[in-house]
Structures are given as structure tokens and as C-alpha cells.
């Protein structure tokens, strides 16, 4: 069966430091890769989503970047977070016919 | 563009009461829609899922949701909720002819329960 691992689960990091949200999926090949973050109240924000390996499409200009170096790793980085950078950052991977699933998520805090 | 509106942000309902969470969508065409339910500090798991056919869909936990075109609606219904239902719960639209395309997601709707 297919699963697919997030983390880390819990990060708390000065404003100006880098990140890296690493997910990998199993179970399954070149799946469709999706991140999405979520701020109290305002509901998923999709950032980046992923058809294959180097194939970035990004949804919001922001702060963010993503990779994809392998057909089941999606990673999500910056280089110098920012304040509004803070929120619940879920991976999630897709099937043909547009179903998500997702991961347990990564709380990110930036002080 | 491809919308989703869930009306309500927040609702409590009473233990063993029936349930109803309303979702409206802006779709081009007859869409793939989802429900999904998140518990605090969890990831998203899906409910049900509409496709085509039977209006009505059963999905996981006693959940249920039927579509109706003339409304563009999909709503949630549970006849009896348990205190574990409170959650966060999310409507979603998907395109038909392509897989690649991500998700439109409704802003949730907040679940309370009380005894």
C-alpha cells in the first residue's frame, strides 16, 4: 500500500534562518507531488505542486521553493525565513483522477 | 476559475444530533468532488469522494454527501454525531479530464461537539 512520510512533524527557527520540509512517498511511482500550507483560519494554501522529477510549478510568489530530486521525494526550502513563513505545511501526493492524499503535516514556527 | 465556498465557518451541534456542512462550487463542467476531515495537528484524510453516477455517496465514519448539479452543491450529512466527529472539514472540486490539475479547496468548516 501506498504511505507517504513527512517531516520533521514539529520546527521552531529564527527569523533569517534557512529550512528544509523533506516528504517522500511509497508505495507507488511518479506521483503527482503537492505542498500546501495552512495559516490559522485561512483554510490550504497550495504553494507548489510537482508532475515529475524537476517539474515545479509554483502558485504563489513568495518566500518558498521547492525540489523534486527524486520521482517520490518532494522537498520544500528557503533560504531565510520570514515571520509570515510560520504555518502547518502539508504534503500531500495524487492519483489520475485528482484524489490527494496526505501527509501528517510539519508545524513550522518562525520567532 | 474554479471556485469552492463553504458558508459556514464554525458549527456546533450536539451530541446525537444530525449533521449537515454545506458546500457550493464554480465549476466550468460537472466536477470531481471530495470531502476531507482533519483532526488537530493531523494531515487532511479523505471522507468520500463524487465521480459520476449515484448522486449520493457513502463514505467513511457513517458520513454521506449527495450532489446536486442544479444547485452545484455537495453537502455533508451524518444522521447521528459522536464527539469524535469535531474537526476541521474541507470540500474540495477536481477537474474531470485531467489528473495534474491540483485540488481547489473551500476555507473549512469547524466542527464542535458538545454533550
Known amino acids: 500500500s501506498q504511505t507517504i512520510h513527512q517531516w520533521p512533524a514539529t520546527l521552531v527557527q529564527p527569523v533569517g534562518s534557512p529550512l528544509s520540509l523533506e516528504c517522500t512517498v511509497e508505495g507507488t511511482s511518479n506521483p503527482n507531488l503537492y505542498w500546501y500550507r495552512q495559516a490559522a483560519g485561512r483554510g490550504l494554501q497550495l504553494l507548489f505542486y510537482s508532475v515529475g522529477i524537476g517539474q515545479i510549478s509554483s502558485e504563489v510568489p513568495q518566500n518558498l521553493s521547492a525540489s523534486r530530486p527524486q520521482d517520490r521525494q518532494f522537498i520544500l526550502s528557503s533560504k531565510k525565513l520570514l515571520l509570515s513563513d510560520s504555518g502547518f505545511y502539508l504534503c500531500?501526493?495524487?492519483?489520475?483522477?485528482?484524489?490527494?492524499?496526505f501527509g501528517e503535516g510539519s508545524r513550522l514556527t518562525v520567532l | 476559475a474554479q471556485s469552492v465556498t463553504q458558508p459556514d465557518i464554525h458549527i456546533t451541534v450536539s451530541e446525537g444530533a444530525s449533521l449537515e456542512l454545506r458546500c457550493n462550487y464554480s465549476?466550468?463542467?460537472?466536477?470531481?468532488l471530495f470531502w476531507y476531515v482533519q483532526s488537530p495537528g493531523q494531515g487532511l484524510q479523505l471522507l468520500l469522494k463524487y465521480f459520476s453516477g449515484d448522486t449520493l455517496v457513502q463514505g467513511i465514519k457513517g458520513f454521506e454527501a449527495e450532489f446536486k448539479r442544479s444547485q452545484s452543491s455537495f453537502n455533508l450529512r451524518k444522521p447521528s454525531v459522536h464527539w469524535s466527529d469535531a474537526a476541521e472539514y474541507f470540500c474540495a472540486v477536481g477537474p474531470t479530464n485531467s489528473g495534474n490539475t491540483p485540488l481547489v479547496f473551500g476555507k473549512g468548516t469547524r466542527l464542535s461537539v458538545i454533550a
Open positions: 465549476y466550468g463542467a460537472t466536477p470531481y
Open positions: 500531500a501526493w495524487g492519483v489520475n483522477t485528482g484524489e490527494l492524499f
